[in-house]
């Protein structure tokens, strides 16, 4: 079971950028996913959370109106679109997934919900 995260770069604020989070080993549609972002010093912090069918998402505050989450079961990804990029958004970002299928987050941004996490990719947003 492994997760890609990918996407990230430099950009301007006020910019966009897509990340995926690809999966291998797993059917991605039986599973919900997370992302996080940790910036230096600071704890992961929850992003974003989409659930098996796609049917219900979560956001953290700080980026309602500007990240979309979406999942393409058929490419077993799932995407953040991010818009409206702020210097506060720089951070590494992680996709995450639960151990088991058709998850019902309890605190989806609880990082203990999840199981699987990929390895990061870096979003830099310059002022």
């Known amino acids: 079971v492994q997760l890609q995260a990918s996407g990230g770069g430099l950009v301007q604020s006020g910019g966009s950028l897509r990340l995926s989070c690809a999966a291998s080993?797993?059917?991605?549609?039986?599973?919900?996913i997370g992302w996080f972002r940790q910036a230096p010093g600071k704890e992961r912090q929850g992003v974003s959370c989409?659930?098996?069918?796609?049917?219900?998402?979560y956001y953290a505050d700080s980026v309602k109106g500007r990240f979309t989450i979406s999942r393409d079961n058929a490419k077993n990804t799932v995407y953040l679109q991010m818009n409206s990029l702020k210097p506060e958004d720089t951070a590494v970002y992680y996709c995450a997934s639960p151990a088991e299928r058709r998850w019902i987050p309890y605190n989806w941004a609880d990082v203990d919900e999840y199981h699987y996490w990929g390895q990061g990719t870096q979003v830099t947003v310059s002022s």
């Open positions: 989409i659930t098996s069918s796609g049917g219900t998402t």
């Open positions: 080993g797993f059917n991605l549609r039986y599973y919900g």
